[in-house]
């Protein structure tokens, strides 16, 4: 079955950074973008970005451009989110997951089907 | 803020009938897909393209959509679904994706 699996839960000071591992398994690695989806103890989800395994190709939401670096290894199926320069308010659970779409009748279709369990980021001095 | 807006928090007795609405401009152009959150627990994929479900939801979930709207209807609430609810489309430059504020539904 489609499993993605996350690097366990980091601590880091402020200004330093993390980097979040999500390995796959169970479908073909290159044949999806993987999403990167944060949340905020108590609050909402918030989509940070994605990219193309195939082509390496990434596509960040503004909030994140300059702090954000999606990268891949397809040679062990693994995507990978850093993120620099972090601050207190970035404490919060990383999520990777796997985009799938379709198109039917001239309409096209795009969700998250499968996701990682989240991995936690502290930022504490 | 959130392109993708929802009502903070519903409440259906068991047995009922919910609807949650998920609204924004982009909904006019893609199709949204529902996330069910239960507390420390990953999403999970509910409702997807015009109203499909995934292997093992039940089927008291359903979705729709009418203009710029979105819904997720559950039928015959069960005290499992007792969770947060999230919709999820491209944003209206179609480059990006975007998630509703979150409605949290009480059973």
């Known amino acids: 079955q489609v499993q993605l699996v996350q690097s366990g839960a980091e601590v880091k000071k402020p200004g330093a950074s993390v980097k979040v591992s999500c390995r796959t398994s169970g479908y073909t690695f290159t044949s999806n973008d993987i999403c990167w989806v944060r949340q905020v103890t108590g609050q909402g989800l918030e989509w940070m970005g994605w990219m193309n395994p195939n082509s390496g190709y990434t596509a960040y939401a503004q909030k994140f451009l300059g702090r954000v670096t999606m990268t891949r290894d397809t040679s062990i199926s693994t995507a990978y989110m850093e993120l620099s320069s972090l601050r207190s308010d970035d404490t919060a659970v990383y999520y990777c997951a796997r985009l799938l779409g379709y198109c039917s009748g001239g309409l096209c279709f795009e969700y998250f089907q499968h996701w990682g369990r989240g991995t936690l980021v502290t930022v504490s001095s | 803020s959130s392109e993708l807006t929802q009502d903070p928090a519903v409440s259906v007795a068991l047995g009922q009938t919910v609807r949650i609405t998920c609204q924004g401009d982009?909904?006019?152009?893609?199709?949204a897909s529902w996330y069910q959150q239960k507390p420390g627990q990953a999403p999970v994929l509910v409702i997807y393209?015009?109203?499909n479900r995934p292997s093992g939801i039940p089927d008291r979930f359903s979705g729709s959509t009418s203009g710029n709207t979105a819904y997720l209807t559950i039928t015959g609430a069960q005290a499992e679904d007792e969770a947060d609810y999230y919709c999820?489309?491209?944003?209206?430059?179609?480059?990006?994706?975007?998630f509703g504020t979150g409605t949290k539904v009480t059973v």
């Open positions: 393209g015009e109203n």
């Open positions: 999820s489309c491209r944003d209206r430059s179609g480059k990006h994706f975007v």
């Open positions: 982009s909904l006019r152009s893609y199709y």
